[in-house]
């Protein structure tokens, strides 16, 4: 734990670097060169992949320019047209292409994790993760098509790859490889959830969760209504020094948002213990134990270092906490069980 959890040097500035590496380490893995062939080597099994022969391309679905008016009208509009969704699903979601058969309702979903099947059913909201990374995978904002046909989910797009920002970690840009597929997965390999958790399995696998268990941790809530359902909560002075740094929301209630995260980037035990106010997942350091989808997906926005010892004081810490375009430095003192955290440094981009 002490490797996975402490810096092992004391200076500071060797600390700071350490942690620009990891980021850097991190693009680096979404530089990779995918081609069409790589892509499609690699496709999840239950993902069909048919050649259009008319389509809309990436650069016109995705970057048509609009005057700002127009843009007002569509926000407008899309209120409106998904009321219901933004309603069910509070605003987990981005929606696009909505369906109606008989008295179910579809609409293609996009969150922060990647592209979702989202359904009310006799008011019941329920979303299915389709596991295909935003990293290869674009799929249109606009489908003249219906996205339900004949038992599959069929959705045109484009295969991609991630342009990174020079210098704004976390801003993507996106350039089609290939235009004119269409992706097609079948509605009962999509829906399947084998323990029935509320997570579909190709969520649990992309993520890490057991599919063939409700309870991944075992600490006896359900992952769909766990916090933290990849580890058991414990509370400790560690514990509670990561769960002060985490992303604030405030007073807003996010315990029953099920399909919004924080992802976390880290193999300490400590942070992995935190009991969050919201829903969070934990990536891996170690490239060679993510998932493939977390491979090749860049879902963490926010991060937390590990904990810097200070030298001479050993109730004084050092830690660090980014988000996509800042980074704050802490000293953290422990004094009477408390913590008192103090800003040394940092950035905003
Ligand atoms: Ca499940
Ligand atoms: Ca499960
Ligand atoms: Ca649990």
């Given at each position: 734990?002490?490797?996975?959890?402490?810096?092992?040097?004391?200076?500071?500035?060797?600390?700071?670097?350490?942690?620009?590496?990891?980021?850097?380490?991190?693009?680096?893995?979404?530089?990779?060169?995918?081609d069409v062939k790589q892509i499609?080597?690699?496709?999840?099994?239950?993902?069909?992949?048919?050649?259009?022969?008319?389509?809309?391309?990436?650069?016109?679905?995705?970057?048509?320019?609009?005057?700002?008016?127009?843009?007002?009208?569509?926000?407008?509009?899309?209120?409106?047209?998904?009321?219901?969704?933004?309603?069910?699903?509070?605003?987990?979601?981005?929606?696009?292409?909505?369906?109606?058969?008989?008295?179910?309702?579809?609409?293609?979903?996009?969150?922060?994790?990647?592209?979702?099947?989202?359904?009310?059913?006799?008011?019941?909201?329920?979303?299915?993760?389709l596991g295909l990374s935003f990293?290869?995978?674009?799929?249109?904002?606009?489908?003249?098509?219906?996205?339900?046909?004949?038992?599959?989910?069929?959705?045109?797009?484009?295969?991609?790859?991630?342009?990174?920002?020079?210098?704004?970690?976390?801003?993507?840009?996106?350039?089609?490889?290939?235009?004119?597929?269409?992706?097609?997965?079948?509605?009962?390999?999509?829906?399947?959830?084998?323990?029935?958790?509320?997570?579909?399995?190709?969520?649990?696998?992309?993520?890490g969760l057991n599919p063939h268990?409700?309870?991944?941790?075992?600490?006896?809530?359900?992952?769909?209504?766990?916090?933290?359902?990849?580890?058991?909560?414990?509370?400790?002075?560690?514990?509670?020094?990561?769960?002060?740094?985490?992303?604030?929301?405030?007073?807003?209630?996010?315990?029953?948002?099920?399909?919004?995260?924080?992802?976390?980037?880290?193999?300490?035990?400590?942070?992995?213990?935190?009991?969050?106010?919201?829903?969070?997942?934990?990536?891996?350091?170690?490239?060679?134990?993510?998932?493939?989808?977390?491979?090749?997906?860049?879902?963490?926005?926010?991060?937390?270092?590990?904990?810097?010892?200070?030298?001479?004081?050993?109730?004084?810490?050092?830690?660090?906490?980014?988000?996509?375009?800042?980074?704050?430095?802490?000293?953290?003192?422990?004094?009477?069980?408390?913590?008192?955290?103090?800003?040394?440094?940092?950035?905003?981009?």
């Amino acid at each position: 734990m002490e490797d996975r959890c402490f810096e092992s040097s004391d200076s500071v500035i060797k600390y700071l670097k350490n942690d620009e590496d990891l980021i850097i380490d991190n693009h680096d893995m979404q530089m990779q060169k995918y081609d069409v062939k790589q892509i499609i080597a690699e496709k999840p099994d239950y993902l069909q992949i048919v050649n259009l022969k008319k389509f809309r391309s990436f650069k016109k679905d995705s970057i048509e320019a609009d005057s700002e008016e127009i843009m007002e009208k569509k926000w407008k509009e899309y209120d409106s047209e998904f009321k219901i969704f933004n309603d069910k699903f509070s605003k987990q979601f981005t929606f696009s292409n909505q369906q109606k058969i008989d008295n179910i309702q579809y609409a293609f979903g996009r969150n922060q994790l990647g592209f979702w099947l989202c359904k009310i059913e006799n008011e019941k909201p329920s979303a299915y993760f389709l596991g295909l990374s935003f990293s290869h995978y674009y799929i249109n904002d606009v489908q003249e098509k219906p996205i339900i046909n004949n038992g599959f989910l069929e959705l045109e797009g484009s295969f991609v790859k991630v342009v990174k920002v020079p210098g704004l970690p976390g801003y993507d840009d996106y350039s089609a490889i290939e235009d004119g597929k269409l992706f097609k997965i079948k509605l009962d390999d999509l829906i399947k959830d084998s323990d029935n958790d509320g997570y579909n399995d190709i969520f649990e696998n992309s993520f890490g969760l057991n599919p063939h268990n409700k309870d991944s941790d075992g600490d006896g809530t359900d992952d769909f209504n766990d916090l933290n359902p990849m580890f058991k909560s414990e509370n400790n002075k560690f514990s509670q020094l990561y769960e002060m740094l985490l992303p604030d929301y405030g007073d807003e209630n996010l315990r029953d948002n099920n399909y919004f995260f924080q992802v976390f980037i880290s193999d300490c035990d400590y942070f992995h213990q935190i009991k969050p106010e919201y829903h969070v997942l934990f990536i891996p350091e170690d490239l060679k134990l993510r998932t493939q989808y977390q491979e090749i997906t860049d879902v963490s926005l926010h991060g937390v270092g590990k904990i810097k010892k200070n030298k001479n004081n050993s109730n004084i810490f050092y830690i660090k906490e980014w988000g996509t375009s800042s980074s704050t430095d802490y000293s953290a003192e422990y004094k009477n069980g408390k913590w008192i955290l103090e800003i040394v440094g940092g950035y905003v981009i």
